[in-house]
C-alpha cells in the first residue's frame, strides 16, 4: 500500500473481522495512518463495545463505528471525513459489495496485507 497516495488524501477503515485476523493489530492500524488521514474501525456492535476491546488490546484508532452496522457506518464515515479516497479493508463479499455501492474502494484483507507487508494469523484449518 505504500506509494498510493500520500498522508491526508485516505480514510482508512478496517473492519473488526479483518483485525481479528492480523497478527499484530496494533502494528497494521499504526501503520495504516503513514498514508491515511484517518484509520477507523467498524463492525456490527456497538461503538462502546468494539472501543472497549480495541482499547485493551492497545490499538488506538481515529474512529469507531458501529451501531449502524457496516452500511451504515460506511456511509457515515464518507460524510463526516472528506478525502479524496476511501478504502476498507474487509474479509468477505457483503462488505465489498456494500463498500463498493457506497462509493468506497475494497480490498480484501489478503491484498492489503500483501501490499503493506502485514502478517496473517495462521489457521487451524
Same mark, same amino acid.
Given at each position: 500500500?505504500?506509494?498510493?497516495?500520500?498522508?491526508?488524501?485516505? !480514510? %482508512?477503515? #478496517?473492519?473488526? @473481522? @479483518?483485525?481479528?485476523?492480523? /497478527?499484530?493489530? $496494533?502494528?497494521?492500524?499504526?501503520?495504516?495512518? +503513514?498514508? /491515511? !488521514?484517518?484509520?477507523?474501525?467498524?463492525? &456490527?456492535?456497538?461503538? &462502546? $463495545? #468494539?472501543?472497549?476491546?480495541?482499547?485493551?488490546?492497545? #490499538?488506538?484508532?481515529?474512529?469507531?463505528?458501529? =451501531? =449502524?452496522?457496516?452500511?451504515? /457506518?460506511?456511509?457515515?464515515?464518507?460524510?463526516?471525513?472528506?478525502?479524496?479516497? *476511501?478504502?476498507?479493508?474487509?474479509?468477505?463479499?457483503?462488505?465489498?459489495?456494500? @463498500? +463498493?455501492? %457506497?462509493?468506497?474502494? *475494497?480490498? /480484501?484483507? $489478503?491484498?492489503?496485507?500483501? =501490499?503493506?507487508?502485514?502478517?496473517?494469523? !495462521?489457521?487451524?484449518?
Amino acid at each position: 500500500m505504500d506509494g498510493e497516495g500520500g498522508r491526508g488524501e485516505m !480514510t %482508512l477503515v #478496517i473492519t473488526v @473481522a @479483518a483485525l481479528e485476523r492480523v /497478527s499484530d493489530p $496494533e502494528t497494521v492500524v499504526d501503520d495504516a495512518r +503513514q498514508w /491515511s !488521514t484517518r484509520v477507523g474501525v467498524v463492525g &456490527d456492535a456497538a461503538p &462502546d $463495545e #468494539i472501543t472497549t476491546a480495541l482499547e485493551r488490546a492497545g #490499538i488506538d484508532p481515529d474512529f469507531v463505528s458501529g =451501531k =449502524k452496522g457496516v452500511t451504515g /457506518s460506511l456511509a457515515a464515515v464518507r460524510q463526516r471525513f472528506p478525502t479524496d479516497r *476511501y478504502v476498507v479493508v474487509g474479509t468477505d463479499d457483503a462488505v465489498r459489495t456494500t @463498500a +463498493q455501492a %457506497l462509493g468506497w474502494e *475494497y480490498l /480484501s484483507l $489478503e491484498e492489503a496485507a500483501a =501490499k503493506a507487508e502485514w502478517e496473517l494469523e !495462521t489457521s487451524s484449518e
